[in-house]
């Protein structure tokens, strides 16, 4: 079966109740352990797996450039 899931870390002190929240006000980027879209892993153990972000970053800074003077 394929599906998208979301792992996260730092939640485990948290009573139930309180988890929620705590996903919304008080984690980012680094909490997210593992991503799952469609069945196909595209964040492993904090890492992009798909993705090359220091090649994409400077893509983006290349067409900023250009765009914008």
Known sequence: MRADLV???GLA?????????????????ADV???LV???VV??????T???LPKLRAQAV???R???G
């Not at 964040?43 to 992009?48: A, P, Q, S, W």
């Open 13 to 29: 002190h948290l009573p139930g109740a309180a988890v929620a929240g705590a996903v919304v006000t008080a984690l980012g980027p």
């Open 62 to 64: 290349e067409l900023g």
């Open 50 to 52: 798909a993705l090359d």
């Open 7 to 9: 792992l996260l870390s």
């Open 38 to 40: 469609d069945g196909r």
């Open 33 to 35: 352990r593992t991503v």
């Open 66 to 68: 250009r765009t914008c």
């Open 43 to 48: 964040k492993r153990d904090g890492r992009l």
